[in-house]
């Protein structure tokens, strides 16, 4: 790939940034900026890109095993593959459950992004934003997090061979989810803040472009981030479900979402658009309020307390994009309570398929949708699980194990004297059938 065929615009003005910018703001109106590539000269210099595609199959090693880089040509067509920094992400399941049919009461196939490996989907956007990083000549990177980018960033950092700093707000994230920039070996600080303020200190901490920054208002993670869409097709042998569905905190991943299928339309990949639902937790819901609006204002709000502490976020960074994509996609946007969404999670735990609570935010969703007939009972979804439930132990253990937060769903384990005799006469009152819920 010899060739250039990206070019980063402003999203409001259109004014043309540099490629190499270290600063991810227009530098005419402020707003965000967008990585465009040319397509027609892509298509044309790739030819079949679907067998192209078809053949990056059976590839075993980086960067083309990895389910980002397998669709080069569609994220960072300018990058060479030496410059790469893979784990390899992305191949994450796509499954397909009857109790999680019944329980959305739709077709509803679970992307699982946990599966990637920092177990959530932020390693398909620090891919991409790492190796540009590096492409760019950068010295040192940060983001601000509610735990799961940082933990890409210090993990992507670490085999990019980069200093990382982190800023958390202390005492917001999961256990798990700060252990991960520990162990990379990032320098990471607690901020006695929200996610909301740790964002506004990373931007000034990076605005003079000495330390590059890698929140998703950097354009190039957006790319990396649209492989979820353009994988989950693939995986569907490039038939479209009717939805996606997906759960929104600072809003970069559904941009990327939209962006990636927009591509693959584009392209004449795929013959229609599905239709995409935001969903929000009801403690952090300032694009459903918008939304709820038609979208006459930006809103923007404190985010309040919520066992979906990945999405805590009252003032989205990528809202405008956002809102662009959910226009163009005739989009919805739901919101749902910290209840629905633990026993949402835990009805599709039980099915095999270990998720957050952010992601069942999104199942939730997807439920009441259905309910409210927006999604109709005829109609197939896919809905993006961010991240696994491992991330989130302490968030679940309760839910199981604590009466006064039981749900559903809960399956509590039964204190049992170490005898056969009380083993066999605990084991002697449970169901044959397997726990389903209440
Ligand atoms: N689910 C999980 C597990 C997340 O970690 C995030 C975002 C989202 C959903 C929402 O995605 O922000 O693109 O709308 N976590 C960020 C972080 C904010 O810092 O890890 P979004």
Redesign the pocket.
Known sequence: MDQSYSKLYCIACGHQEPVTTSRFYCSSCGDLLSVEHDLTAVAAHHGDLKALFRERLLQMQPPYASGVWRYHELILPDLPAEGIVSQPEGNTGLYRRPAVDRYVGAAAWIKHEGENPTL???DRGMTAGVSWAKHAGAKRVA????????AAMACYAAAADLPAVVLLPENKVSVEQLVQPLSYGAHVLALKTD?DGCMARVKELTEDGEIYLLN?MNPFRIEGQKAIGIETVHQLDWQVPDWFVI????????SALGKGLLTLHQLGLIDRLPRIAGVQVDAANPMFQAYSEGWKRRTRMTARPTVAS??R?GD?V?FDKAKGVLQHFQGVVTEVSDAQALDAKAAVDAAGINI?P??GVAVAGAKRLVEQGIISRQQSMAIIA??HGSKFATTTLPYHSQPEAAGDYSNPPRLTEPTLEAVRSALSELPDARHRGR
Do not use: L, R
């Open positions: 959530s989907f932020k983001c601000a997090s509610t735990g799961d980018t940082s996610f998703s759960p929104v905190g600072n809003a970069g991943n559904i990945a999405i976020i989205p990528s957050c952010n992601s961010t991240a």
